[in-house]
C-alpha cells in the first residue's frame, strides 16, 4: 500500500530555474495539499484541493502554482525558483478534508535553491 | 499566521518518564489533531479531538482540549527512546471546511 508517494525526494535548482514536485495518492482521496515546512515555522499550507478539477490557495501560495486534472496527482509546480522557496515540501491527502478526518503525508521533497 | 502554538519548543526526559506537551491557539475550532514526525519523515497523525470532547486516549497517549482556554495538551506516558520526535498540533477553524494550520512544534527527546 503505497499511500502518499512524492518526486523527487531531493532537488537543487539554480535561482529562475522551473521545476515540478510531484504528489501522488492511491487511496482515492477527494482532498490533497501541498504544504512547506521550514524551520522553527511548522508547516505552511500552499495549495489544496477538494477534488478534480478544484484547487484554492492557502496561506503562501505566492511563486507556486496547481492543478488537479486527475484524482490521484496533485503537482505543484515552481515557475521561477526563488531562494526563499529551499524548503521541505510535504504532500498530504485526506478522504473527508481535515474537518473530520486525518491527512496522510508523503516523505516530502527537499528543494534547495541557489 | 499560525494558529497554533506549541509549549515547550524542546523537551528532554528520561524512558519511563511522562512527557507533556501543551498547544494554544487563536480562533474557535471544529478540531484539533496531533501528529508526530520522525526525523527526515512526514507526519504521521496520532489523535484527533473535536471541540466538543474533552479529553480523548489512544494507547499511552492522552490528550485533553479546553475549548474556554483555547488550549489543549498531549500527554505521553510511559516514555520510550522511539518516541523521540516533533510533536505538531493542528487545527481546523470553524468555518474552514478543509484547511489545516499547524502550529511550531514541540522536539521531544527521550534518553535512554
Known amino acids: 500500500n503505497a499511500g502518499v508517494t512524492q518526486t523527487p525526494k531531493f532537488q537543487v535548482l539554480k535561482t529562475g530555474q522551473s521545476m515540478t514536485l510531484q504528489c501522488a495518492q492511491d487511496m482515492n482521496h477527494e482532498y490533497m495539499s501541498w504544504y512547506r515546512q521550514d524551520p522553527g515555522m511548522g508547516l505552511r499550507l500552499i495549495h489544496y484541493?477538494?477534488?478534480?478539477?478544484?484547487?484554492d490557495q492557502g496561506e503562501v501560495p505566492n511563486g507556486y502554482n496547481v492543478s488537479r486534472s486527475t484524482t490521484e496527482d496533485f503537482p505543484l509546480r515552481l515557475l521561477s525558483a526563488a531562494p526563499s522557496q529551499t524548503s521541505v515540501y510535504f504532500c498530504?491527502?485526506?478522504?473527508?478534508?481535515?474537518?473530520?478526518?486525518?491527512?496522510?503525508f508523503g516523505e516530502g521533497s527537499r528543494l534547495t535553491v541557489l | 499566521s499560525q494558529q497554533g502554538e506549541e509549549d515547550p519548543q524542546a523537551l528532554s526526559i528520561q524512558e519511563g518518564e511522562n512527557a507533556t506537551m501543551n498547544c494554544s491557539y487563536k480562533?474557535?475550532?471544529?478540531?484539533l489533531q496531533w501528529y508526530r514526525q520522525n526525523s527526515g519523515r512526514g507526519l504521521v497523525h496520532l489523535i484527533l479531538?473535536?471541540?466538543?470532547?474533552r479529553e480523548k486516549h489512544s494507547g499511552r497517549l492522552r490528550v485533553t482540549l479546553d475549548t474556554s482556554k483555547k488550549s489543549s495538551s498531549l500527554l505521553i506516558t510511559a516514555s520510550r527512546a522511539a518516541d523521540t520526535a516533533s510533536y505538531f498540533c493542528?487545527?481546523?477553524?470553524?468555518?474552514?471546511?478543509?484547511?489545516?494550520?499547524f502550529g511550531s512544534g514541540t522536539q521531544l527527546t527521550v534518553l535512554p
Open positions: 498530504a491527502s485526506s478522504n473527508e478534508g481535515a474537518r473530520t478526518g486525518e491527512l496522510f
Open positions: 484541493s477538494v477534488g478534480a478539477g478544484i484547487t
Open positions: 480562533t474557535s475550532i471544529n478540531n
Open positions: 493542528a487545527t481546523v477553524p470553524s468555518g474552514s471546511a478543509r484547511q489545516l494550520t
Open positions: 479531538i473535536r471541540s466538543n470532547e
